[in-house]
């Protein structure tokens, strides 16, 4: 089974800066693996829906971002570590979400459980 967990999260002032990780694990049992699979990083604030961030291709080569975060925001992974992160950087309150980290494998859409960020002075 595919398992996403995040962690990371958590209380920062306006222009803070935080590292969310993204521990997978199950790929190779599913069948896939994990050094081909694109990964993305999704937030969603209360009431609101799940809007893209991130995303990272398997070999870490190609990235893009969501609007608002780029040039902020970084995705990065260790293939041999079975783990992504976003770093967040110049946190502003409207970066205020739950975070989750996600995979499109066989036809199927991953999820971790999501890990909160809050941003406030």
């Known amino acids: 089974q595919v398992q996403l967990v995040e962690s990371g999260g958590g209380y920062v002032q306006p222009g803070g800066s935080l590292t969310l990780s993204c521990t997978a694990s199950?790929?190779?049992?599913?069948?896939?693996?994990?050094?081909?699979?694109?990964m993305t990083w999704y937030r969603q604030r209360p009431t609101k829906e799940r809007i893209f961030v991130a995303m990272?291709?398997?070999?870490?080569?190609?990235?893009s971002y969501g609007d608002g975060v780029e040039g902020r925001f970084r995705v990065a992974r260790d293939n041999a570590r079975n783990k992504v992160y976003l770093r967040l950087n110049n946190l502003r309150p409207v970066d205020t979400a739950v975070y989750f980290c996600?995979?499109?494998?066989?036809?199927?859409?991953?999820w971790g459980q999501g890990t909160q960020v809050t941003v406030s002075s």
């Open positions: 996600g995979v499109f494998l066989g036809g199927t859409n991953y």
């Open positions: 199950g790929f190779t049992e599913a069948g896939f693996n994990f050094s081909n699979s694109r």
């Open positions: 990272i291709s398997g070999s870490g080569g190609t990235t």
